[in-house]
């Protein structure tokens, strides 16, 4: 396509506008944007506020978020960028992300979040499409692809020893003293009837309990289970030799019908050719 | 006389319902095993008279089952020598008739027809006999085996003998026989044989090359020549068109590759013998015990080399013996080892290297294990990377940094790939886990324990470096090492971690264990693979032939392959894992793989191959199999075997082309390229001071992960494969 043919309408799916942006001047056919009005409401706190943000579809993986904000800059202030996946309601802003331990996986095209300033960035936004397609990587702000990009990811990889210990210390000093702070607690409360008058049975103490997992209730049930098999007397009545003998034979018949099925099974498959 | 032997098998056939499917099953096996077509066969015909003469020492009853006389004749031929102790049909009543002694010093393989004077086997080679006894032999030990199907492997697995034997080779004109019969002074057996000087030559070529080959070789076998039909009204075919012959050799192990040939001493009478044996190969030696004998040493250096010297041997013996020239032989024992060379000298396979990063690995894991001034000990190491198992297609070389091939940030003691030259040369970091001591001081929680690891790796980079003078580069999941021109990969695991991994709280407050995809993760990597060691028996070939042929053939639909590594299985396991197969087929994964640590959940195929993709490689094996058995047979043709290992790129609607300077591992191409580039390293050298070189930077992967990525998020209902 080149580029001074006569712009072909873009077909865009029902309540998106599409918007033709390109990676560089060099490049001649451009990327389609899908761009919505974001009504979604999410509730209170809420980070993508339905007046004022723009739903943007098919963001290619080269386009990072700070060029999403000057691109969009020409049609009003921005006041965040939000990239992520997969569409899904915001998120608070995490308390603590490390720069070394998020799992980081591959990106292809994403969903992104615009939040304006003012309601009118949303409608310019969506007029934005009748005026040519935008440059995402321009000469100002050049992004890097192919081996610039592999050769700068490789220089990132390279982590420095002195940060790593710094967060790794900091990280495991909180956590001791969380676990300190869990356990003084629990120490205080050994023992104590909370409002109802309930004591919590815990491992440490003069009467320790059992563990609470699945495999120890197992344990306990497969005791009670051969407790009560011993008590039980299966040979006494009369009724209960009819019983065992029915069932036993029952059982052979399902086991024998099973077997034929198999057998017909085995059968039908085998293939005798040799050669 | 064939009406003779007509009534004589009729009337041992009557009232024996079971002897017709006996037999029927007989000739499959032989037929599978290519026994049973050519001149000095084991026949159907020969078969039917054994059973009549079991039927006659009644080790067979007529009451007996087809299997069962399938057994008794097996368990018959694998324990009974025919060529030392031949067996007759006739009734010992007349003297006049020739006796068994007679025939044997007439004949190799004696089996006496019911008139007494007819040999039934006369025809027959002694080695041709001995390979059938070898096949009884396994036969019987497959049918006494409970956990392999012996129906399916007696009976439906074809044996031809590219796929039995270890090393093969043709003999192309056959015609040079002629003179072998003159040089080894056949002329008295060519009379017996009417002038068909391949019948008489045979069973001497074979016998010289036993000889030659004895402490090496378990059986020397020789295809069956068949002369070629031909219409009534033209000369029958001559003696030399019966085409090529084939010869097969099965080794033993421990002896196949020895350079050395020792023989008996010097003052012996023996020694003579041994010395007109080898000719001018044999020399005399003086060995470390102080005696002098008679010796042949043969020249190899490398293993491949190693593994052809009963090539040399062959050839040495038969231009010796019986004047047959080398270009009338056409060896194929190694014509797959092209693809794995490296290097252009191509003098070795790789092996050798393996054995060298071994023993790198073995010194660096004594340093680990001594290391002092960690808080807690490490109590295994273990490695992870197909070298360290022997299993690298190509293995990794000592390689030292060139640094004004590279960019150098110099605040950070960094080595980058610089963007205007090559890339540089691909080196693989060779994964090692190290497993800790548990004990109480590990946290309970993952992100604790996260850390903790990124702790030990920079602790492990720290200290080798203090103590070891090894320059390490530590990282969040792994800490790097360079040493002896190899990169090491160090890895942490802490064994309760993926059970830890699998912890979720149920909203009752109770603990529960639930696979999840992270914990399976971990898993795979630390516990599973790491004991994947493996050991190949035979030549390399002919593995890969059967590898192709058990992929082409096995019926992974219906049924799962049963790996017992180290023994690990027992029958009842067996049992219980088909059971279970059975039952819940529809929700197992597409190519079911047991082993003894996972019996349920083939872990290794459950994401893939999937259905597509595992149809597609039953098609390629088979395919692969019928193109290189082709060529391999045909001592005639041009015997390029990797036509198998180019991919066809018609079926692809993209070709995307590469720079060629980009992609480190250029050299290891099928077909070796004309150009190549200098990729900043110095080969076969280590450095002791220097920086870090640039590992794992291989920008087609990189390229690759990218576009996969795309493909994955962009089209959801076309899969978009990308190779």
Request: aromatic letters at 8%; charged letters at 25%; glycine letters at 4%.
């Amino acid at each position: 396509m080149a580029a001074s043919e006569p712009r072909v309408a873009v077909t865009a799916p029902p309540g998106y506008t599409a918007l033709e942006v390109k990676f560089g001047a060099r490049q001649r056919s451009p990327h389609c944007l899908l761009v919505k009005e974001h009504r979604v409401r999410e509730g209170p706190g809420d980070t993508h506020p339905p007046q004022r943000t723009l739903f943007v579809l098919n963001v290619p993986p080269y386009c990072s978020p700070d060029a999403l904000s000057r691109l969009f800059a020409r049609c009003g202030a921005v006041q965040s960028v939000d990239l992520r996946d997969k569409p899904g309601p915001g998120e608070k802003a995490e308390k603590r992300t490390s720069k070394f331990f998020t799992n980081r996986t591959a990106t292809g095209f994403r969903v992104a979040y615009v939040v304006f300033r003012k309601p009118a960035g949303v409608q310019a936004a969506k007029a934005l499409s009748q005026k040519g397609p935008l440059l995402i990587s321009t000469e100002s702000h050049p992004v890097k692809t192919g081996i610039s990009k592999w050769i700068a990811r490789y220089a990132d990889s390279v982590v420095d020893r002195e940060e790593l210990k710094a967060e790794v210390d900091a990280y495991m000093q909180d956590y001791d003293k969380k676990i300190e702070e869990e356990e003084a607690k629990a120490a205080k409360e050994e023992g104590v009837p909370d409002e109802e008058g309930w004591v919590k049975v815990t491992r440490k103490g003069r009467k320790p309990g059992l563990p609470r997992t699945e495999a120890a209730n197992l344990r306990v049930l497969e005791r009670e289970k051969r407790k009560k098999a011993r008590k039980e007397l299966l040979n006494f009545y009369a009724w209960q030799h009819r019983e065992t003998k029915r069932e036993h034979i029952a059982q052979l018949r399902k086991k024998f019908e099973e077997d034929k099925q198999r057998i017909a099974l085995m059968r039908a498959q085998r293939k005798f050719r040799p050669y | 006389m064939l009406l003779s032997h007509l009534h004589f098998l009729s009337s041992v056939s009557t009232d024996f319902p079971g002897m017709k499917d006996g037999l029927a099953l007989l000739k499959v096996w032989l037929n599978q095993r290519q026994l049973s077509k050519g001149l000095g066969c084991f026949s159907g015909f020969l078969v039917s008279m054994l059973v009549a003469y079991l039927v006659m020492k009644r080790k067979i009853v007529k009451v007996m089952s087809g299997y069962q006389v399938l057994r008794n004749v097996l368990q018959f031929l694998a324990t009974t020598d025919l060529s030392m102790t031949g067996i007759s049909l006739a009734k010992d009543t007349d003297t006049c008739l020739p006796t068994l002694d007679d025939f044997h010093h007439a004949f190799e393989v004696v089996f006496v027809d019911p008139s007494g004077l007819v040999n039934l086997c006369a025809d027959m080679t002694a080695s041709k006999y001995h390979q059938v006894q070898f096949e009884a032999k396994y036969s019987m030990e497959i049918l006494d085996d409970r956990m392999v199907d012996g129906f399916q492997a007696l009976l439906m697995t074809s044996k031809p003998m590219l796929r039995t034997f270890d090393h093969v080779f043709h003999l192309k004109h056959v015609s040079k026989l002629q003179s072998a019969c003159k040089k080894m002074q056949l002329l008295n057996e060519l009379m017996d044989r009417g002038g068909n000087y391949v019948a008489a030559a045979l069973p001497f070529i074979v016998s010289l090359l036993t000889r030659g080959l004895a402490r090496r070789a378990l059986l020397v076998a020789h295809s069956l020549p068949e002369t070629p039909e031909w219409p009534v009204d033209t000369e029958p075919p001559k003696h030399k068109d019966v085409g090529s012959l084939m010869f097969g050799i099965l080794f033993v192990p421990e002896f196949a590759a020895s350079t050395l040939e020792k023989g008996p001493q010097a003052d012996r009478p023996e020694a003579a013998d041994f010395r007109t044996f080898w000719g001018e190969k044999s020399e005399l030696r003086r060995f470390q015990d102080g005696s002098i004998c008679e010796a042949v040493v043969w020249e190899a250096s490398t293993i491949c080399q190693k593994r052809l010297i009963p090539e040399q041997i062959v050839r040495h013996l038969l231009k010796l013996h019986a004047d047959i020239p080398e270009s009338s032989i056409c060896y194929t024992g190694a014509l797959l080892e092209s693809v794995i060379k490296n290097g252009k000298e191509a003098l070795g396979t790789g092996e050798e290297d393996m054995v060298s990063v071994v023993c790198s690995y073995d010194d660096l894991s004594r340093k680990l294990w001594n290391l002092e001034g960690l808080p807690l000990t490490v109590t295994a190491v273990q490695g992870v990377h197909p070298a360290l198992r022997y299993t690298d297609v190509f293995p990794p070389i000592p390689m030292k940094p060139i640094y004004s091939f590279h960019k150098q940030v110099k605040t950070r003691h960094l080595l980058l790939p610089s963007e205007e030259k090559p890339c540089p040369a691909y080196i693989t970091p060779l994964k090692i886990i190290c497993h800790m001591e548990g004990s109480g001081q590990w946290p309970q929680d993952k992100e604790a324990i996260k850390r903790i690891k990124a702790a030990f790796h920079l602790q492990l980079a720290e200290l080798l470096q203090q103590q070891h003078q090894l320059i390490c580069r530590p990282a969040v999941t792994h800490t790097d090492v360079y040493k002896d021109g190899y990169v090491f990969r160090l890895q942490v695991a802490y064994h309760r971690e993926p059970l830890i991994l699998k912890e979720v709280v149920t909203p009752e407050g109770m603990l529960k264990y639930q696979d999840t995809e992270e914990s399976q993760q971990l898993e795979l990597e630390t516990l599973h693979q790491p004991y994947l060691t493996s050991s190949l028996h035979g030549s390399p070939q002919v593995g890969f032939l059967r590898f192709l042929n058990l992929l082409a053939t096995y019926d992974w639909r219906n049924s799962p392959l049963i790996v017992n590594l180290n023994a690990g299985l027992t029958d009842a396991d067996c049992t219980e894992i088909k059971n279970k197969f059975v039952a819940a087929r529809s929700r197992l994964p597409v190519m079911f793989i047991a082993t003894p640590k996972d019996k349920w959940n083939s872990i290794w195929t459950q994401e893939r191959p999937s259905a597509q993709i595992l149809q597609r490689l039953l098609v390629l094996a088979s395919e692969s199999v019928r193109a290189l058995e082709e060529q391999l047979m045909d001592p005639l043709s041009s015997q390029d075997v990797k036509i198998v290992f180019r991919p066809p790129l018609d079926l692809y609607d993209v070709l995307i082309h590469l720079n060629s300077n980009q992609i480190p591992r250029h050299l290891e191409r099928v077909d070796r390229p004309v150009k190549s580039f200098s990729r900043g390293v110095v080969k076969n050298s280590a450095g002791a001071k220097i920086l870090f070189p640039v590992v794992d930077y291989d920008p087609v992967q990189c390229y690759l992960q990218d576009l996969r990525v795309i493909g994955l998020t962009r089209s959801v209902d076309s899969e978009a494969l990308f190779h």
